[in-house]
């Protein structure tokens, strides 16, 4: 029997947890010690397949459903769990499945739950700003984890690099030039960073310093860009035409219901703007905090736009890679 500690990964099939699996088996710190089970619902999915081809042993779970994560987690050492708003849209839901997972995490004697959670806007706001649902059910859930006493740590995402592209829109119908439109100023400083590339090495850096971070949120950013410092990178490295604009919160509710989001989530990405612009979603001193535990490369904003065959594709190449989109979330 192997002697290696067992680190349950959620999300394994996604872009957070994909990552944390890569790190830890890609690194000798992490692969020496510790083994690592993916959770999907489908085992069958291309991702959950490549993976099981690099040995990495897969299990069944449904965040929905308590009892598949009895299974999951039993063993465990180690948990990384992430939920995802873009499938469940629905606050009450997403706090349930956090929950689920601290109880039997709790059950199960879990050693360390790395819980990936989002800034808690309404508390942060005092109240200004209440509808920013996908972040505070996360939040929720991450008080939730604190309270019933199970070691964790709270990784705080900022934007996903891949994300920003969203932000893109066509200067006419088909046109192959672009507006980069927010709501809020082209100087604003927002903490992004490479998704793919990095969550696993800040997940590997918390499970090798756990004393250290027990109890503790750790910040996720390779930098914080502005509008203007994207779009400068969109056009030197990735040879894109755009500019930025600055766009009222009108326009950018016009944008969201004309690409489909329900009206709750209209009130809850212009809430979330304009928190981004009164707090700046996370410091930099925060980021700067998280980047000291890793103390390794971070992916920067021009490698990611020099290979990323989504801004190839805003360029009209014929490119292959891109991931199923768009999500507006
Ligand atoms: N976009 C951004 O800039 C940004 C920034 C910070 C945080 N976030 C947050 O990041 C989250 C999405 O993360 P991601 O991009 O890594 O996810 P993703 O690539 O969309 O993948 C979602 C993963 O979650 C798993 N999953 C979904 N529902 C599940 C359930 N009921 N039980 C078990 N596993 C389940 C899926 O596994 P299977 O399908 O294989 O079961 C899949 O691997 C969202 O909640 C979002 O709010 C986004």
């Not at 991702?47 to 929905?64: E, H, M, T």
Request: negative net charge.
């Amino acid at each position: 029997m192997s002697s290696k500690k067992i680190v349950v990964v959620f999300g394994a099939t996604g872009n957070q947890g994909g990552s944390v699996i890569k790190t830890l088996l890609e690194e000798p710190s992490t692969n020496s010690q510790f083994e690592v089970r993916g959770v999907t619902r489908d085992a069958s999915k291309p991702a959950a397949v490549a993976l099981a081809g690099k040995g990495v042993s897969f299990v069944k779970a449904d965040l929905d459903d308590k009892s598949s994560l009895t299974h999951a987690l039993k063993g465990a050492y180690a948990v990384f769990a992430l939920t995802s708003w873009g499938e469940i849209m629905d606050k009450e839901r997403e706090i349930q499945q956090g929950k689920n997972v601290a109880d039997v995490a709790k059950e199960q004697n879990v050693q360390h739950l790395i819980w990936s959670s989002l800034p808690y806007v309404s508390k942060i706001s005092g109240g200004k700003f209440t509808k920013v649902l996908h972040f505070d059910s996360k939040a929720i859930a991450e008080e939730y984890i604190d309270t019933i006493g199970v070691p964790a740590t709270h990784i705080i995402p900022g934007g996903f690099y891949n994300y920003l592209l969203y932000f893109l829109k066509p200067t006419s119908p088909g046109a192959k030039s672009y507006k980069f439109c927010a709501p809020f100023p082209v100087t604003t400083k927002l903490p992004v960073f490479s998704v793919n590339e990095d969550t696993g090495k800040y997940v590997k850096a918390i499970l090798l310093n756990r004393e250290k971070v027990l109890g503790k949120q750790v910040y996720i950013a390779e930098n914080h860009y502005s509008m203007i410092d994207i779009v400068k990178t969109l056009k030197e490295v990735g040879g894109l035409d755009v500019v930025a604009e600055e766009i009222n919160d009108a326009t950018y509710r016009k944008n969201l219901a004309a690409a489909g989001a329900p009206d709750f989530f209209i009130e809850d990405m212009s809430d979330n703007m304009k928190f981004m612009q009164s707090y700046g979603y996370f410091t930099e001193k925060q980021a700067e905090e998280g980047r000291e535990l890793v103390s390794q490369h971070l992916e920067t904003l021009e490698e990611w736009v020099a290979k990323a065959p989504e801004v190839a594709a805003l360029k009209g190449l014929p490119v292959e890679g891109i991931k199923e989109g768009p999500n507006i979330y």
